[in-house]
């Protein structure tokens, strides 16, 4: 595996963007497809040291909430971003414009990847809200003791 080239059997060398640096010992690779048309490359590998965070004893209790994203027992709040929400009037028109398309033509195909983006950046957004709130809650139950 070079820096911005992955070398897949069948295929050869395929340029690509790398989000960690591989380490230890490759066991497989599984290249997937979302429907958006972007192709990943999962890497499976042994021999790899993972630092985790000591244990802290620290327990808190977690209600997931429509208004608010979460809420603690310690009465912290995480603010629901509502993204998708904030996406609905752009998703209504390229929806709109997905539907007026005729079927297996080559334009209804690239309507149909535009939508597929968005839910994938809604998805994305969503994903991001929820490790940042998880990530900052066990900081700050690190930082307490």
Excluded: W
């Amino acid at each position: 595996m070079l820096d911005k080239h992955v070398k897949l059997p069948k295929l050869g060398l395929v340029k690509c963007r790398i989000s960690r640096q591989v380490e230890g010992r490759i066991l497989s690779a599984t290249v997937s497809q979302k429907s958006s048309g972007k192709y990943f490359v999962s890497i499976t590998c042994t021999d790899v040291v993972q630092e985790s965070l000591e244990s802290t004893g620290a327990i808190v209790g977690i209600d997931l909430g429509l208004k608010e994203l979460c809420i603690t027992s310690d009465d912290q709040r995480f603010d629901n971003p509502k993204h998708l929400a904030r996406s609905q009037k752009k998703l209504a028109r390229l929806q709109r414009q997905l539907s007026r398309k005729p079927k297996g033509s080559k334009n209804r195909d690239m309507a149909r990847i535009k939508v597929a983006r968005l839910h994938e950046k809604v998805a994305n957004q969503r994903r991001d809200a929820i490790h940042k709130s998880t990530t900052q809650l066990v900081h700050d139950r690190v930082n307490l003791q």
